[in-house]
Nanobody, 123 residues
């Protein structure tokens, strides 16, 4: 089992940047494919970005490609999401997710969730 704790959310203006972090504890971090999801009010939780166990394979939802960067530091048991050029439509609760499988890209792939961190982007 792995425990996930997100941090780094906040209130920013459009065009600003934020860096989210997800600290993992419990079983070996490098045994898990990791990802970020988000859920806006009244909407379903959606996949944002995923990264393989080694960090060699990365994927993004089209709406954030070119603006967000997912990365991981297996030595520090930490997952990151660098978010640049934020837009009001990026406003959501952002969740860290983990799976012992090779990859995760949907909610059904996720075995463990963090508690979420709020990101609010004003126009």
């Amino acid at each position: 089992q792995v425990q996930l704790v997100e941090s780094g959310g906040g209130l920013v203006q459009a065009g600003d940047s934020l860096r989210l972090s997800c600290a993992a504890s419990g079983r070996t971090f490098s045994m898990y494919a990791m990802g970020w999801f988000r859920q806006a009010p009244g909407k379903e939780r959606e996949f944002v970005a995923g990264i393989s166990k080694s960090g060699g394979t990365i994927s993004y939802v089209a709406t954030v490609k070119g603006r967000f960067t997912i990365s991981r530091d297996n030595a520090k048991n930490t997952l990151y999401l660098q978010m640049n050029n934020l837009k009001p439509e990026d406003t959501a609760v952002y969740y860290c997710a983990a799976s012992p499988n090779r990859w995760l890209s949907s909610r059904s792939d996720v075995n463990y969730w963090g508690q979420g961190t709020q990101v609010t982007v004003s126009s």
